[in-house]
């Protein structure tokens, strides 16, 4: 059982605060939700926590081993893998390609394809002339074989169809009944709600809500006020 624990994070873009103190928990078969309106501070944190950028204070922790002041490929191979947004994909590289980046073992490509069966039929294709949607199977499928224990995944719906983006989904959830611990930052919030576990609702750069997902599913009002509200709960 892995468990991801984030205390009192600070992280600076530019030399100045965007995140402040916050402290989250991501944990081996669950989805941490992490939910706010544009410039809350979400894909800051996010980067902070892979090393993309450096944090200004607090703690990160991997099953017990302190990882803030690590590199980013350290963290990498104590377990942890970030989905980034925009679907940073090899475009002149195939499917097949961009999976084997790094890895050549058989079974964990049959992994991949068995989330994403999609992309099998892709494999000689070049990623660059994948659909948005095949993109982001691929994405998250390459960030699989790293073998992670913790998926950091950021804002993977942008620009998808509704359609494509219950299908992401439901392979998210799929990842955490298999052990993974998930920290999904989403733009739809009823949908990521729907198959999380914890919520969390940043805005300013705090964290002004933690309790469970149905929870807050069900008082819209409430996350509607947590967005844009100025009090924190």
């Not at 922790?61 to 980013?72: T, W, Y």
């Not at 804002?155 to 989904?169: D, H, N, Y």
């Not at 198959?195 to 069900?218: F, N, P, S, T, W």
């Amino acid at each position: 059982m892995s468990r991801f624990v984030i205390s009192d994070l600070s992280v600076n873009r530019a030399e100045l605060p965007v995140v402040s103190k916050v402290s989250l928990v991501a944990e081996s078969g669950a989805i941490s939700v992490l939910l706010g309106a544009n410039g809350a501070g979400k894909t800051t944190l996010l980067e902070g926590l892979s090393g993309i950028i450096p944090v200004a204070g607090g703690r990160i922790e991997l099953d017990g081993r302190e990882i803030h002041k690590a590199r980013p490929g350290l963290r990498s191979r104590e377990g942890l893998a970030h989905v980034e947004q925009g679907r940073t994909v090899f475009r002149q590289l195939t499917t097949e390609e961009n999976l084997k980046v790094g890895l050549s073992r058989e079974a964990e490509m049959a992994q991949a394809y068995d989330l994403f069966p999609e992309l099998v039929q892709r494999r000689a294709v070049r990623a660059g002339l994948l659909s948005g949607g095949e993109q982001q199977m691929l994405v998250i499928a390459r960030a699989l074989l790293t073998r992670p224990k913790v998926l950091l995944i950021d804002e993977m719906s942008a620009g998808l169809a509704p359609v494509i983006v219950t299908r992401l989904m439901n392979a998210v959830r799929r990842l955490a009944d298999e052990g993974l611990a998930i920290l999904l930052v989403e733009q739809f919030a009823a949908l990521a709600l729907s198959i999380g576990d914890r919520a969390y609702v940043m805005r300013r750069g705090r964290i002004v809500h933690d309790g469970e997902c149905k929870a807050l599913a069900r008082t819209p009002d409430e996350l509607h006020r947590l967005y844009l509200g100025t009090e924190a709960a």
